[in-house]
Each structure stands twice: as C-alpha cells, then as structure tokens.
C-alpha cells in the first residue's frame, strides 16, 4: 500500500512538474478545451430548451369529437369513460350545449347577438380529448381518430390534421439535426481536445525519447501525461462553467421575459457543474489516451 502511494505522488509530481516546466503549452490546451466544451454545452442546453418549448406546444394537439344532440346525459358518461380507456388519451372534458355556448359569446364579445337568431340552441355538446406524450403526432391522432369513428355516437371530429402533420414534420426534422450535430461537436471537440494534448506531447518529444532510450515502461511515461489530460479537462470545465454561467446571468438581465425559458439550464446548477467537470475529465483522459497511442506507436 505504502509503495502504490509512493508511487501515486511520484506520479502527481512528475505531472505538476511538467504543467509547470510547460505552462504555456497547458494554458493553450485549457482554453481550447474550455471553448470546445462551451460550444458543446451551449449546443446541448438549447437543444434541451427548444424541446422543451415544443413539448409545450404538443400539449395545443387535441381531439374534438362532436356529439349527436339526441345522445342522452348518461350516455354521454359512458361515451367519456369508454374514451378515457383508449391507450392514447391523457385528458377528456364534456363541453356540453349549454357550456358551448357560453364560451361561445366570450370569444366572440361584442357580437353576442349573432345567435339570438336561432329558435334553440345551434351548437353540439363535445368532448375534448388531450392526447398522452408519446402519442402527439399524426400516427398518434390517427389511430385515436380510428377508434372514435366506432363510436356510433359521434357526429364530426376535428384535429387539426395539417397542423399536426406539419408540427410532427418539424419534431422529428428537430430531433434528426440535433443528433446528428450534436454528433458533429462532440467528435470535433474530442478530435480537438486530442490534438491540443498531442501539440503538448510533441513538444515534449526528446523528453520521452530519452525516458524509452533508458528503459522507462509505457506506463511510467503515459501516467504523468494521464494525468496532466484530467487536470486539463478539469480547468477547462471549470472555465466553461464560468462562461456559461456568466453568459446566462447576463442574458436574464437583459432578455425579455417570453425568451427567457429559452436560456435557462434545465437542470440543478449542481447536477449541471458535475455532468460538466465529469465531462471535462472524461474527454482530458480520452484525447491523452488517443494521443498517447498515436504518438507512442
């Protein structure tokens, strides 16, 4: 135990040593790290927010199922309960002759005696129908559109056909870009985090030359370069939590208020700042390693 732990600050040493003989190498390297991983995380957080603001809209993909006006009160609970089965349904409401009225003359303010015309009431009871999560899209709305066309009782139904199309059309063109960009910036940053930990590396070149020449294993020199990657990813993360967070707070103070869901981070700032430092770490050891195997071979 105690030779581990020798030979662990051994280690430690060797590493802070080289940081210190090579600052401004590492310096270089802890802020392009620290960029990469701002242009990433930035990606992310909007990627997150947006899809957040959309999963607020899908909530605006309902049903109307229009009632025959001699379909009794009682059959009317039937006809939801037998609704609020189907897999696809999150939310009915019975909007009644008398209630559809109602709403009627308060949106339509002052026009209210466009109705007074009609001997009786002219407009049908409904029932609104709010769909669950994975079923807002066209595939969803049309199946349920299926199951209620069985129902005898139904009249007309109405969903928006176009609008959905063209809202699940845009979900999944989202999601896809996302993907794939996101994609994109995480291999450019690993191929960048690598290359700036290879620059330092070759900088170094004679040094590791010399430690191969005198017997040195592959272990004894790839450690203190190990190490020296996760302290680099670690001071980078901490760098672009910095700019992040600064950025945020700077942008609250001067976005308007409908915008402002658009720039928060949608996670506890401590969930956030470890993801990003575990992150900053992963990626210093991972482009160590990539380099060290390029360069060592």
């Known amino acids: 135990m105690i030779v581990i732990i020798r030979h662990v600050m051994y280690f430690m040493k060797e590493a802070a040593q080289n940081i210190k003989t090579n600052l401004l190498t590492n310096i270089i390297a802890v802020i392009t790290i ?12 909007s990627y997150i927010n947006i899809g957040n603001v959309l999963e607020v ?11 025959r006006d001699d379909v009794s009160e009682e059959n009317i609970m039937k006809i939801k309960e037998r609704i609020m089965g ?16 109602k ?14 015309g009609f001997g009786t009431n002219p407009l049908p009871a409904s029932i ?44 999944i063109f989202f999601k896809t870009a996302g993907i794939i960009i996101g994609l994109f910036l995480l291999t450019a940053t690993v191929f960048i985090i690598s290359n700036t930990i290879k620059l330092t590396l070759y900088a170094r070149r004679e040094e590791i030359e010399i430690m191969r020449l005198v017997g040195a294993t592959e272990s004894f020199i790839k450690i203190p370069f190990f190490i020296e990657g996760l302290f680099e ?22 976005t308007s208020a409908p915008f402002v869901s ?9 969930d956030f700042m470890l993801v990003l430092f ?19 071979k």
């Not at 696809?88 to 002759?97: A, F, L, Q, R, W």
């Open 86 to 101: 189907f897999s696809e349904v999150g939310s009915v409401e019975y909007i009644s002759k008398d209630m559809a009225v």
């Open 34 to 45: 620290s960029l990469a991983l701002t242009i990433l995380a930035f990606f992310f957080i």
């Open 233 to 254: 990813g670690l001071s980078g993360a901490v760098i672009a939590f910095i700019i992040l967070y600064s950025s945020r707070y700077i942008l609250l103070n001067s």
């Open 57 to 67: 809209f899908s909530t605006e993909v309902q049903i109307t199922a229009y009632l």
């Open 262 to 270: 658009m720039i928060n981070i949608p996670f506890p700032i401590t």
């Open 128 to 171: 609104e129908i709010g769909l669950k999560k994975d079923f807002r899209n066209s595939k969803g709305v049309k199946a349920l559109v299926a199951r209620l066309n069985n129902i005898k009782e139904i009249n007309d139904i109405q969903y928006g056909q176009e609008w959905i199309d063209r809202f699940t059309a845009f979900l």
């Open 103 to 116: 709403m009627f003359r308060q949106s339509i303010h002052g026009q209210k005696g466009i109705l007074e």
């Open 278 to 296: 575990i992150s900053g770490i992963t990626l210093g050891l991972f482009g160590s390693f990539v380099s060290l195997v390029r360069f060592l």
